[in-house]
């Protein structure tokens, strides 16, 4: 079982950067057990993938959206998973989802994640 907890969003002006973090309390198996990932879903449209990141870090798949100005990360000793966001643009305004997957290999499908957080809100001003 994994309960994650998303934080550091907010509102910054175009250009900006924020660092997303997601905290995860698990029980059972290890963080380092979970690949996990970040989901972003704006209003009116579908939850769409971010970034991925396997369990030992070694596999980071991002969305074309967002490569070169994004970063996924983990700490398995603190059981975070966190988002560089640099660059930020208007057009990355939305709720941002941490997701832990049972599954070995790292997925963009948000159907493949078993577990989800509650979101946390990123607005980018122009």
């Known amino acids: 079982q994994v309960q994650l907890v998303e934080s550091g969003g907010g509102l910054v002006q175009a250009g900006g950067s924020l660092r997303l973090s997601c905290a995860a309390s698990v029980s059972g198996r290890p963080f380092n057990f979970y690949g996990a990932g970040w989901f972003r879903q704006a209003p009116g449209k579908e939850r769409e993938f971010i970034a991925a990141i396997s369990r030992t870090g070694g596999s980071t798949p991002y969305s074309d959206s967002v490569k070169g100005r994004f970063t996924i990360s983990r700490d398995n000793a603190k059981n975070t998973l966190y988002l560089q966001m640099n660059g930020l643009e208007p057009e990355d305004t939305a709720v941002y989802y941490c997701?832990?997957?049972?599954?070995?290999?790292?997925?963009?499908?948000?159907?493949?994640?078993?577990?989800w957080g509650q979101g946390t809100q990123v607005t980018v001003s122009s």
């Open positions: 997701a832990a997957a049972r599954s070995a290999f790292v997925s963009v499908n948000k159907d493949n994640y078993d577990y």
